[in-house]
């Protein structure tokens, strides 16, 4: 069993920026990737970054690549998203997700546990 726990969201103008944090929680976090997702009214939620716990492998989709970073800190079993150059299309809640995989995968299906979610909200 992993819990999960966001935050860090908020209302933020065109540009800015924000850091999320997932704090998780359970046993042999070692053997697990933490993903972050999204999902904007209206829309399917999907895939944005992750990480693995072990060996800090990333992986980024293209909508995000060079503006978001993902990090893990291992003492404090927290995985954060730090979001730079935020854009209007970033809005949505944001989720930490974890699955148990050696590797990365970014399909939703393929994790088993669920942060509740934070939002994030971008302004002109």
């Known amino acids: 069993q992993v819990q999960l726990v966001e935050s860090g969201g908020g209302l933020v103008q065109a540009g800015g920026s924000l850091r999320l944090s997932c704090l998780a929680s359970g046993r042999t976090l070692s053997s697990y990737v933490i993903g972050w997702f999204r999902q904007a009214p209206g829309k399917e939620r999907e895939f944005v970054s992750a990480i693995t716990w072990s060996g800090g492998n990333t992986n980024y989709a293209d909508s995000v690549k060079g503006r978001f970073t993902i990090s893990r800190d291992n003492a404090k079993s927290t995985v954060y998203l730090q979001m730079n150059s935020l854009k209007l299309d970033d809005t949505a809640v944001y989720y930490c997700?974890?699955?148990?995989?050696?590797?990365?995968?970014?399909?939703?299906?393929?994790?088993?546990?669920w942060g509740q979610g934070t939002q994030v909200t971008v302004s002109s």
């Open positions: 997700a974890a699955d148990r995989s050696p590797f990365i995968v970014t399909m939703t299906f393929r994790y088993e546990y």
